[in-house]
């Protein structure tokens, strides 16, 4: 069993930065992904960054240069990296691990970007 707990969201103007944390526990060791995926209202769940076990990462055209996703396989974290945010950003953040073939989800955090 994996448990995933995100934080860091929150309310940041355009062009500000977050840091969004993905707390990993249970049984890790089946994980070989790690990825954050974001849905806006109306909008369908979609990938945003995702980093595999042997360190390749892949990011949606949409944020490319913005965002950085990393990972403490010690401290078992994923983290999201957010820069040059705009409205668009907008949406609720779900800390995702594909183990296992399955797909496992945190509880979402929001992230809104207003002025």
């Known amino acids: 069993q994996v448990q995933l707990v995100e934080s860091g969201g929150g309310l940041v103007q355009p062009g500000g930065s977050l840091r969004l944390s993905c707390a990993v526990s249970?049984?890790?060791?089946?994980?070989?992904?790690r990825g954050w995926y974001r849905q806006a209202p109306g909008k369908q769940r979609e990938l945003v960054a995702r980093?595999?076990?042997?360190?390749?990462?892949n990011y949606a055209d949409s944020v490319k240069g913005r965002f950085t996703i990393s990972r403490d396989n010690v401290k078992n974290m994923v983290y999201l990296q957010m820069n040059s945010l705009k409205p668009e950003d907008t949406a609720v953040y779900y800390c995702?691990?594909?183990?296992?073939?399955?797909?496992?989800w945190g509880q979402g955090t929001q992230v809104t970007v207003s002025s």
């Open positions: 995702n691990v594909v183990a296992g073939g399955r797909y496992l």
């Open positions: 249970g049984s890790t060791i089946s994980i070989n992904v």
């Open positions: 980093i595999a076990s042997g360190g390749s990462t």
